[in-house]
């Protein structure tokens, strides 16, 4: 079962994925459909990262061709 | 022509040393100048830290009327915002409380950070060169200031600084949050809200009102005293309690020349002898011994500050004005940090059990504040009468003072609000 994490503004299903030859952490944004997966090493170096490093990820502008104009 | 609203409002006329016209409690333009002169220019108390403990904890509040945003970065920095996005107006967030270090409109998915910046916009491209992000970072609240945990904003760029407005009251906020052994207070346990049909000012005055607790809450005074007889000790003639006006619409209930009469150690009604021995070592611990004997003994300050925000038991209560006829009390119990585990749970219990929807003395000042709201609806003479210990009012210790149920503290609270009115 993934685990689910809701707020106002987003809801993602999180869960850990096996069909690799290792295993990874699935990331999946219910609204989209979108999901990304995310290996320990990558998971790792996210741990220094800070909010603000993100706000690139958070611009609406960078998702239209992905999720607004998606048909 | 129809009859108009008079343009101007002679607070002088309607507000006297003794007396106070009934028509601040439904006048449509005084709400209106209050919300201008004193919710929208003057500081008001909105949330206490420990509601925001965490990066990106959020919380959404009124100010005044003004939607606001109380917001912890990832470096700790609080920010107050105005809850409206820059684009066409919308509340961008629409939780009482949440945690994300960013908020996106969900009308045109305006993206910003939890610092107010403008992250982005949806379809870009739509926009010329001209347009910069800069320019539309959500705005903020022009003044912002803590004391002791607690959140204060002005809505004026220009004014007293909050030190100068807290005045007196920093002593009692003191008394209160240092009944902690860490000398935190934490708020993380829900709040109790109440609307009522009626003024907000009737709730600020009523919590420093010493007059009305054995008459208006009777019942609730004979069970709380368990036929102690000491009724009157307390809430009647024979109490030695004082009612103080600090000044600035600071009052107080001084209960304190009942509290100390037993001294510090005497264990507080519902706690167990192990909760207080246990307490009181860790209290000496946090502020030491002398010290730790006199805050126990005073117990809580039972006060005011203008305009919003009020100090009883184990509470903060904190007025809402919605409309000149309608306002929301909002009952937030305060736990002490560092206190064992059954004192915090009987502080909760506490707050429930005499201010819940059902409780001992909560429903009956709504009931008086909707009786008040339908009898000023009766005009052929509207004064009401604040005349009680004029007599013998006397200067003390910095203040203005009388006897616990004299209304000195009304008198305090109307000389303040008719400054600000006409200031």
Same mark, same amino acid.
């Given at each position: 079962?993934?685990?689910?994490?809701?707020?106002?503004?987003?809801?993602?299903?999180?869960?850990?994925?096996?069909?690799?030859?290792?295993?990874?952490?699935?990331?999946?944004?219910?609204?989209?459909?979108?999901?990304?997966?995310?290996?320990?090493?990558?998971?790792?170096?996210?741990?220094?990262?800070?909010?603000?490093?993100?706000?690139?990820?958070?611009?609406?502008?960078?998702?239209?061709?992905?999720?607004?104009?998606?048909? | 022509?129809?009859?108009?609203?008079?343009?101007?409002?002679?607070?002088?006329?309607?507000?006297?040393?003794?007396?106070?016209?009934?028509?601040?409690?439904?006048?449509?333009?005084?709400?209106?100048?209050?919300?201008?002169?004193?919710?929208?220019?003057?500081?008001?108390?909105?949330?206490?830290?420990?509601?925001?403990?965490?990066?990106?904890?959020?919380?959404?509040?009124?100010?005044?009327?003004?939607? &606001?945003?109380?917001?912890?970065?990832?470096?700790?920095?609080?920010?107050?915002?105005?809850?409206?996005?820059?684009?066409?107006?919308?509340?961008?967030?629409?939780?009482?409380?949440?945690?994300?270090?960013?908020?996106?409109?969900?009308?045109?998915?305006?993206?910003?950070?939890?610092?107010?910046?403008?992250?982005? &916009?949806?379809?870009?491209?739509?926009?010329?060169?001209?347009?910069?992000?800069?320019?539309?970072?959500?705005?903020?609240?022009?003044?912002?200031?803590?004391?002791?945990?607690?959140?204060?904003?002005?809505?004026?760029?220009?004014?007293?600084?909050?030190?100068?407005?807290?005045?007196?009251?920093?002593?009692?906020?003191?008394?209160?949050?240092?009944?902690?052994?860490?000398?935190?207070?934490?708020?993380?346990?829900?709040?109790?809200?109440?609307?009522?049909?009626?003024?907000?000012?009737?709730?600020?005055?009523?919590?420093?009102?010493?007059?009305?607790?054995?008459?208006?809450?009777?019942?609730?005074?004979?069970?709380?005293?368990?036929?102690?007889?000491?009724?009157?000790?307390?809430?009647?003639?024979?109490?030695?309690?004082?009612?103080?006006?600090?000044?600035?619409?600071?009052?107080?209930?001084?209960?304190?020349?009942?509290?100390?009469?037993?001294?510090?150690?005497?264990?507080?009604?519902?706690?167990?002898?192990?909760?207080?021995?246990?307490?009181?070592?860790?209290?000496?611990?946090?502020?030491?011994?002398?010290?730790?004997?006199?805050?126990?003994?005073?117990?809580?300050?039972?006060?005011?500050?203008?305009?919003?925000?009020?100090?009883?038991?184990?509470?903060?209560?904190?007025?809402?004005?919605?409309?000149?006829?309608?306002? &929301?009390?909002?009952?937030?119990?305060?736990?002490?940090?560092?206190?064992?585990?059954?004192?915090?749970?009987?502080?909760?219990?506490?707050?429930?059990?005499?201010?819940?929807?059902?409780?001992? &003395?909560?429903?009956?000042?709504?009931?008086?504040?909707?009786?008040?709201?339908?009898?000023?609806?009766?005009?052929?003479?509207?004064?009401?009468?604040?005349?009680?210990?004029?007599?013998?009012?006397?200067?003390?210790?910095?203040?203005?003072?009388?006897?616990?149920?004299?209304?000195?503290?009304?008198?305090?609270?109307?000389?303040?609000?008719?400054?600000?009115?006409?200031?």
């Amino acid at each position: 079962m993934p685990l689910r994490l809701i707020n106002e503004f987003a809801a993602v299903e999180v869960e850990s994925d096996e069909t690799g030859n290792g295993p990874r952490l699935v990331i999946r944004d219910v609204r989209s459909g979108r999901a990304v997966l995310l290996d320990p090493l990558e998971l790792a170096s996210l741990v220094w990262v800070r909010h603000e490093e993100l706000t690139p990820f958070l611009d609406p502008a960078r998702l239209e061709s992905r999720t607004y104009r998606r048909s | 022509m129809a009859t108009m609203l008079d343009a101007h409002v002679n607070y002088g006329e309607l507000i006297l040393n003794d007396r106070i016209s009934g028509r601040v409690y439904y006048d449509q333009q005084i709400f209106q100048e209050e919300i201008e002169r004193i919710w929208h220019r003057e500081w008001v108390y909105v949330a206490h830290e420990s509601e925001v403990p965490e990066p990106g904890d959020y919380l959404t509040r009124p100010l005044g009327l003004q939607p &606001v945003i109380v917001s912890r970065d990832e470096d700790r920095k609080i920010h107050l915002l105005l809850n409206r996005c820059m684009h066409r107006g919308n509340t961008v967030c629409q939780s009482d409380s949440g945690n994300s270090h960013a908020f996106r409109c969900a009308y045109h998915g305006w993206t910003y950070n939890n610092r107010g910046d403008l992250v982005g &916009v949806p379809y870009a491209s739509g926009y010329d060169t001209s347009f910069r992000k800069e320019d539309f970072a959500l705005a903020k609240v022009p003044r912002v200031a803590s004391y002791r945990g607690l959140i204060f904003a002005s809505l004026s760029a220009v004014g007293p600084t909050l030190d100068e407005h807290l005045g007196e009251a920093k002593r009692l906020i003191d008394q209160f949050v240092n009944l902690s052994p860490d000398g935190e207070l934490v708020l993380r346990s829900g709040v109790l809200k109440h609307s009522y049909k009626g003024n907000w000012k009737m709730a600020l005055e009523n919590s420093v009102d010493g007059y009305h607790p054995n008459i208006l809450h009777h019942a609730a005074m004979v069970m709380m005293m368990k036929g102690k007889n000491d009724m009157e000790a307390v809430f009647g003639e024979s109490s030695d309690a004082m009612a103080r006006d600090l000044g600035h619409g600071v009052e107080q209930l001084d209960l304190n020349p009942i509290h100390t009469k037993h001294g510090g150690r005497v264990v507080p009604p519902g706690w167990s002898k192990e909760a207080f021995e246990q307490y009181h070592a860790a209290m000496v611990r946090g502020h030491g011994e002398n010290a730790a004997d006199k805050i126990i003994a005073e117990g809580p300050p039972h006060f005011c500050i203008f305009p919003n925000i009020i100090f009883i038991l184990n509470q903060f209560r904190v007025i809402q004005p919605v409309s000149v006829n309608e306002t &929301v009390i909002h009952y937030y119990p305060t736990l002490l940090k560092g206190a064992p585990e059954e004192i915090n749970q009987r502080r909760l219990s506490e707050t429930y059990l005499i201010h819940g929807p059902a409780g001992r &003395v909560a429903p009956d000042d709504f009931e008086a504040y909707e009786r008040n709201q339908i009898g000023f609806q009766a005009r052929v003479n509207e004064w009401l009468v604040l005349r009680r210990g004029l007599h013998r009012e006397r200067r003390d210790n910095g203040s203005t003072a009388g006897h616990e149920t004299d209304e000195t503290t009304q008198r305090g609270i109307w000389r303040h609000y008719r400054e600000v009115m006409t200031r």
